[in-house]
């Protein structure tokens, strides 16, 4: 099938470009939250969440696309994902572990209660997360992520420990999977937290806590971190880390507190500090950070200091050269204007230095849709741009 066509794209070294990917209503009203995988070949692939209605809806899919030639030109998208009985797949932790063939596929499935008007193609009753069912789940590979073998449900008490949702059990998410340069693996992972529920206070009820899953061995068997936890309305969502030096673990955090929010670990994950406010405001809107090639850490995320989820934009990226303890000046990737959104992004560095994101480019006028964009930039445009 072809889904669409991908325009080649352009890098200048030293430079910023950006360019559309894949249009919403192209195959799918809603494209959104990509993430960025290599293989071992050094093919790239960007992969992502594509739906209608809504993005709850339970017909949302992964498509996926490759480039030969470090992300300039794209194959048309395919599917990648896919399982509407089971309920919506948001996305998918990939992770290939140092100097092997085995990669870890990590995923939650979710069945939301939403309802939606399909003729005119809207949601009419949003999801009840108190009353959606997320399941988790890994897959294995043994040739670099080119194929995976059958799932493997992973116990939701893993996370949540004795914390139940009445009647559902778990809601949650996989936010992020890395290995650590001792050959643990952190899996972070974010739950609704029963036990934090502010809705006896007025507030919406939604509160959420992350708790690592730890690995020794390769992903087949795992034990629970200390949690991280913070007071902001609806708690800690899409966390990001780092590993600034052998076991010191640096995150940072979405919130409804007006910034990102920090924590850090001195053990691999098994225990973390409390939670602050960083120095970099956010609305609450997801941020992606990894560490470059150079020891720098990159941050790209809407700097704009907000206790909702609007503005999502501008689009900025900024450098730390300390391990995430001061931020250097932010730089524009991109603007918007109004109730359109510039979020949900994936980030890579490849091997040439030069740096890619894919954002989720949402407009807010009739139909809505929501497009991929890419940019293309490297650490020489953030040092010297």
């Not at 910023?16 to 050094?42: C, K, M, N, V």
């Not at 990939?94 to 063939?101: A, E, F, K, S, V």
């Not at 999977?177 to 529920?197: H, K, N, Q």
């Not at 510039?342 to 894919?358: A, E, V």
Request: proline share 5%; with cysteine; aromatic share 10%.
């Amino acid at each position: 099938m072809r889904i669409a066509q991908i325009a080649p794209l352009t890098y200048t070294p030293g430079g910023l470009e950006y360019a559309s990917f894949i249009r919403g209503g192209t195959g799918a009203d809603y494209h959104q939250s990509p993430a960025f995988y290599r293989f071992p070949s050094g093919q790239l692939m960007v992969y992502w969440h594509a739906y209608d209605f809504d993005e709850c809806s339970s017909n949302g899919i992964l498509l996926y696309s490759l480039s030969d030639d470090l992300g300039l030109t794209w194959s048309d998208p395919q599917v990648y994902l896919a399982d509407f009985p089971g309920g919506k797949l948001m996305g998918a932790e990939i992770l290939r572990l140092r100097n092997q063939d085995t990669a870890l596929m990590l995923y939650a499935q979710t069945r939301h209660t939403i309802q939606v008007d399909r003729q005119r193609r809207v949601r009419t009753a949003a999801s009840d997360y108190f009353q959606s069912r997320t399941r988790l789940f890994i897959r294995r590979s043994d040739d670099g992520g080119e194929h995976f073998g059958p799932s493997e449900e992973l116990p939701y008490t893993l996370v949540a420990d004795d914390r139940e949702l009445p009647g559902v059990g778990f809601y949650g998410s996989i936010d992020q999977v890395l290995e650590l340069e001792s050959g643990r693996i952190v899996t972070a992972c974010c739950f609704m937290d029963p036990a934090r529920a502010d809705a006896d206070k007025g507030g919406a009820g939604q509160h959420y806590t992350v708790a690592c899953l730890l690995s020794e061995d390769q992903g087949k068997t795992w034990t629970r971190s200390g949690e991280i936890t913070v007071d902001t309305p609806r708690g800690v969502m899409e966390v990001q880390i780092v590993e600034t030096e052998p076991e010191r673990l640096f995150c940072l955090f979405r919130t409804q507190g007006g910034y990102l929010y920090q924590t850090r670990s001195q053990d691999g994950g098994q225990t973390w500090s409390a939670s602050q406010p960083s120095p970099l405001p956010s609305p609450e809107s997801k941020p992606r950070m990894i560490k470059l090639q150079s020891g720098n850490l990159l941050i790209v995320w809407n700097n704009v200091s907000s206790v909702t989820q609007e503005p999502r934009y501008p689009m900025v990226a900024s450098l730390s050269t300390d391990g995430g303890r001061t931020w250097g000046k932010p730089h524009i990737i991109r603007n918007e204007t109004g109730t359109n959104q510039l979020s949900n992004h994936g980030l890579i560095q490849l091997d040439d230095g030069r740096i890619l994101t894919c954002i989720s480019h949402y407009h807010d006028t009739r139909p809505m849709t929501s497009d991929l964009d890419m940019a293309l930039f490297d650490e020489q445009w953030l040092l010297h741009g």
